[in-house]
């Protein structure tokens, strides 16, 4: 490699090491802001959470930079917090579940059986609850659940109770009824969004090699659209790990989950605990994306032996 | 065609976006330097009030505007301890806050967040019983630490259709006979306080390990009981309203606003074990960019005709003896005794008043301990 004489001076050219560098940081230069937006907005408070979950509280409600685990501690150490976050996974795990299977079946019949316009009518309907606050739709949910509510009426009228009951709201049952309401929308348009795309004459093409209906769903169907349940499943899941309102409004004083008793940590000015809790969740959290993370992939369903 | 039309390079795409950027941010100083200029002494504007949905009649806020030029930017407040850690994060974001009794002093005073100010400086504070200028606990070497509003006993109140045997203690509350039917507001520490209350505990607030463990026990009785916890005052009211509450806590009042919204006639005491109360007030906010509106907006929202107004409004005494006056003047003199409006120098002592103490933070814990998942 020689050097070149550029105006009268002698540069020499770059090496392979420096190029590399250049280009690669070339590449990267589009992802600077979302970068410092990301490290902005969330790494940092992060850390600040992070700092906090170390420090205590004292009597006085005053933060002391006193560095310790006692808050990290303190949960393990008390059962009702550690069974409040298995009840509040296991509240996750069942409005994912439900959520899962009411919007294959929505979503299979109308990407696979209703024309494309109709369809997306199909769709903005289900998206019109949107238009609306979530507070108002849980206030709402109060109103249809309660005990002189919608639904107690109905089911006196049709003569299947005869006074009303208090089984669907102030408790568990009604805290899964109105998240499996808020969440089912998100789970049914990412579900249609991988259906559409699913070539459907390949579960013909099984059946005609002799799988049954349900065997081709299972191995032909499926595992194209792993990809979309593990992002409809991510989409409930995860958000109701840190929801709050619903369980507080028609959860009653035996509903709360985990985040309800976060809240009260912070907005009684114990901020050190109640992020000590946060961060478990944000760690739980990441664990279950590491894992979901490895089922995006779409399996090669023709590569199987 | 339109400049949404057209095809952008990269360039000119970055060049676009840099400079709504740049407006954007020289707004942002912009708005900065103004909120800073407003430090000043001046007497119109906007201030920035943290308050209970009580304190305040809309319809004053703006006949006080239009005459003085001083609006109000109100957010709620829903608890004394969330109001002080706010203020602590917000500092001179805020320039007014509403506070109760003894979290004036043992708080925000403590921690050099509000100014005290010469009470008998304000014209309209002559109108105030003269007991309420001068609780001791309220007073500094600097003045005065806030401008006295309102007070009530906490009480029970209960619809004697569905409770039976005229209930007078605090143990009702823990009958197993009213599981699910006891509606209370979402203040762990005051839910805690309450229990201390009917476990005979005469601190509240400052109570021992041991107390705390009597406390616990209290709290798991009334676990079940408790069908929800009320957001604000009107919730429980709201639930006793619709029926699905037949027991809850709340302030002086409650037997009038619950008739008054279409529910049944309910009757309300104060526990014969002792109660807790509250006598609140307002602050002035020491880095308050805006504090300067405070004093003016005083004079003109403490006058007696919109305290009296706030009085039937709302349903609880206040510590405005014109107003009293005012009330007796128009043939509502019965509805401010019944509410003991000119009663607070017996009652007060009585009750306990509502303050972070040396358990507070014990206390929440303790109520998440039990209100998790058994």
């Given at each position: 490699?020689?050097?070149?004489?550029?105006?009268?001076?002698?540069?020499?050219?770059?090496?392979?090491?420096?190029?590399?560098?250049?280009?690669?940081?070339?590449?990267?230069?589009?992802?600077?802001?979302?970068?410092?937006?990301?490290?902005?907005?969330?790494?940092?408070?992060?850390?600040?959470?992070?700092?906090?979950?170390?420090?205590?509280?004292?009597?006085?409600?005053?933060?002391?930079?006193?560095?310790?685990?006692?808050?990290?501690?303190?949960?393990?150490?008390?059962?009702?917090?550690?069974?409040?976050?298995?009840?509040?996974?296991?509240?996750?795990?069942?409005?994912?579940?439900?959520?899962?299977?009411?919007?294959?079946?929505?979503?299979?019949?109308?990407?696979?059986?209703?024309?494309?316009?109709?369809?997306?009518?199909?769709?903005?309907?289900?998206?019109?609850?949107?238009?609306?606050?979530?507070?108002?739709?849980?206030?709402?949910?109060?109103?249809?659940?309660?005990?002189?509510?919608?639904?107690?009426?109905?089911?006196?009228?049709?003569?299947?109770?005869?006074?009303?009951?208090?089984?669907?709201?102030?408790?568990?049952?009604?805290?899964?009824?109105?998240?499996?309401?808020?969440?089912?929308?998100?789970?049914?348009?990412?579900?249609?969004?991988?259906?559409?795309?699913?070539?459907?004459?390949?579960?013909?093409?099984?059946?005609?090699?002799?799988?049954?209906?349900?065997?081709?769903?299972?191995?032909?169907?499926?595992?194209?659209?792993?990809?979309?349940?593990?992002?409809?499943?991510?989409?409930?899941?995860?958000?109701?790990?840190?929801?709050?309102?619903?369980?507080?409004?028609?959860?009653?004083?035996?509903?709360?989950?985990?985040?309800?008793?976060?809240?009260?940590?912070?907005?009684?000015?114990?901020?050190?605990?109640?992020?000590?809790?946060?961060?478990?969740?944000?760690?739980?959290?990441?664990?279950?994306?590491?894992?979901?993370?490895?089922?995006?992939?779409?399996?090669?369903?023709?590569?199987?032996? | 065609?339109?400049?949404?039309?057209?095809?952008?390079?990269?360039?000119?795409?970055?060049?676009?976006?840099?400079?709504?950027?740049?407006?954007?941010?020289?707004g942002g100083v912009l708005q900065a330097c103004n909120v800073i200029g407003g430090g000043g002494a001046a007497t119109t504007g906007t201030f920035n009030w943290m308050?209970?949905?009580?304190?305040?009649?809309?319809?004053?806020?703006?006949?006080?505007a239009?005459?003085t030029n001083i609006n109000t930017a109100i957010s709620?407040?829903?608890?004394?301890?969330?109001?002080?850690?706010?203020?602590?994060?917000v500092k001179g974001q805020l320039d007014k806050i509403?506070?109760?009794?003894?979290?004036?002093?043992?708080?925000?005073?403590?921690?050099?967040?509000?100014e005290?100010?010469?009470?008998?400086?304000?014209?309209?504070?002559?109108?105030?019983?003269?007991?309420?200028?001068?609780?001791?606990?309220?007073?500094?070497?600097?003045?005065?630490?806030?401008?006295?509003?309102?007070?009530?006993?906490?009480?029970?109140?209960?619809?004697?259709?569905?409770?039976?045997?005229?209930?007078?203690?605090?143990?009702?509350?823990?009958?197993?006979?009213?599981?699910?039917?006891?509606?209370?507001?979402?203040?762990?520490?005051?839910?805690?306080?309450?229990?201390?209350?009917?476990?005979?505990?005469?601190?509240?607030?400052?109570?021992?390990?041991?107390?705390?463990?009597?406390?616990?026990?209290?709290?798991?009785?009334?676990?079940?009981?408790?069908?929800?916890?009320?957001?604000?005052?009107?919730?429980?009211?709201?639930?006793?309203?619709?029926?699905?509450?037949?027991?809850?806590?709340?302030?002086?009042?409650?037997?009038?606003?619950?008739?008054?919204?279409?529910?049944?006639?309910?009757?309300?005491?104060?526990?014969?074990?002792?109660?807790?109360?509250?006598?609140?007030?307002?602050?002035i906010v020491k880095e308050g960019v805006n504090k300067a509106l405070i004093k003016p907006f005083?004079?003109?929202?403490?006058?007696?005709?919109?305290?009296?107004?706030?009085?039937?409004?709302?349903?609880?005494?206040?510590?405005?003896?014109?107003?009293?006056?005012?009330?007796?003047?128009?043939?509502?003199?019965?509805?401010?005794?019944?509410?003991?409006?000119?009663?607070?120098?017996?009652?007060?002592?009585?009750?306990?008043?509502?303050?972070?103490?040396?358990?507070?933070?014990?206390?929440?814990?303790?109520?998440?301990?039990?209100?998790?998942?058994?």
């Amino acid at each position: 490699m020689t050097a070149e004489v550029v105006g009268g001076v002698d540069v020499a050219p770059p090496t392979v090491a420096s190029r590399g560098r250049t280009a690669r940081l070339r590449e990267l230069a589009p992802f600077l802001p979302a970068g410092l937006l990301l490290g902005v907005l969330f790494f940092v408070p992060l850390a600040v959470m992070f700092i906090f979950s170390l420090w205590t509280t004292n009597a006085n409600l005053d933060i002391v930079p006193t560095w310790n685990l006692d808050n990290y501690a303190q949960f393990f150490q008390t059962g009702a917090y550690v069974r409040t976050l298995a009840k509040t996974v296991a509240m996750g795990a069942a409005v994912t579940t439900i959520c899962l299977l009411f919007s294959l079946a929505v979503a299979y019949f109308l990407a696979r059986y209703i024309s494309r316009r109709w369809a997306r009518v199909a769709l903005l309907v289900i998206i019109v609850p949107f238009w609306s606050s979530y507070l108002l739709r849980v206030y709402s949910w109060q109103a249809i659940l309660g005990e002189k509510g919608a639904l107690n009426q109905v089911l006196m009228g049709l003569g299947l109770i005869s006074e009303p009951s208090r089984l669907f709201v102030y408790n568990d049952i009604g805290t899964f009824i109105v998240l499996t309401y808020v969440y089912l929308p998100f789970a049914i348009l990412v579900l249609y969004a991988s259906l559409e795309r699913f070539d459907y004459t390949q579960l013909t093409a099984a059946q005609d090699l002799g799988a049954s209906p349900s065997r081709a769903f299972r191995y032909i169907l499926l595992p194209q659209i792993r990809p979309g349940l593990i992002t409809a499943a991510i989409f409930v899941f995860i958000p109701i790990l840190g929801e709050f309102l619903t369980p507080s409004m028609v959860g009653g004083a035996s509903g709360l989950l985990i985040a309800n008793l976060i809240q009260t940590f912070f907005k009684n000015a114990l901020v050190p605990q109640g992020a000590a809790l946060g961060l478990l969740i944000v760690a739980f959290v990441t664990v279950l994306l590491i894992i979901f993370r490895k089922y995006l992939r779409v399996e090669d369903v023709y590569a199987r032996g | 065609m339109t400049v949404l039309d057209q095809t952008h390079s990269r360039r000119r795409f970055l060049q676009l976006t840099g400079a709504v950027g740049a407006t954007a941010a020289l707004g942002g100083v912009l708005q900065a330097c103004n909120v800073i200029g407003g430090g000043g002494a001046a007497t119109t504007g906007t201030f920035n009030w943290m308050t209970w949905s009580d304190h305040y009649i809309q319809s004053q806020l703006d006949k006080i505007a239009k005459d003085t030029n001083i609006n109000t930017a109100i957010s709620e407040l829903a608890g004394n301890a969330e109001g002080y850690a706010k203020l602590k994060e917000v500092k001179g974001q805020l320039d007014k806050i509403s506070g109760d009794a003894m979290w004036v002093p043992n708080a925000y005073a403590k921690d050099g967040l509000i100014e005290p100010f010469d009470i008998n400086e304000l014209k309209v504070s002559s109108q105030l019983y003269s007991f309420a200028r001068e609780f001791p606990y309220w007073q500094s070497s600097e003045g005065y630490m806030a401008y006295p509003f309102g007070w009530s006993p906490i009480m029970i109140y209960y619809d004697p259709a569905k409770v039976t045997g005229d209930p007078n203690d605090w143990q009702v509350l823990l009958d197993p006979k009213y599981k699910g039917r006891v509606v209370v507001e979402n203040q762990p520490e005051e839910i805690v306080a309450y229990m201390a209350r009917a476990a005979g505990f005469d601190k509240p607030y400052d109570l021992t390990d041991d107390q705390l463990t009597t406390v616990k026990g209290y709290l798991e009785k009334l676990k079940p009981n408790v069908l929800k916890f009320a957001q604000q005052a009107t919730d429980s009211v709201a639930s006793m309203i619709s029926g699905e509450a037949w027991l809850i806590t709340g302030n002086l009042g409650n037997e009038d606003r619950v008739k008054d919204g279409g529910g049944p006639e309910i009757k309300g005491y104060v526990p014969k074990e002792g109660t807790v109360g509250w006598h609140d007030g307002e602050m002035i906010v020491k880095e308050g960019v805006n504090k300067a509106l405070i004093k003016p907006f005083l004079e003109q929202s403490q006058q007696a005709e919109l305290i009296a107004e706030n009085f039937l409004a709302n349903g609880r005494p206040l510590f405005n003896e014109k107003a009293y006056q005012i009330l007796t003047d128009q043939g509502k003199k019965d509805q401010a005794d019944r509410y003991l409006y000119a009663k607070a120098p017996d009652v007060l002592p009585t009750m306990v008043l509502k303050g972070p103490g040396t358990s507070t933070d014990k206390s929440i814990q303790l109520f998440n301990e039990v209100f998790g998942t058994s």
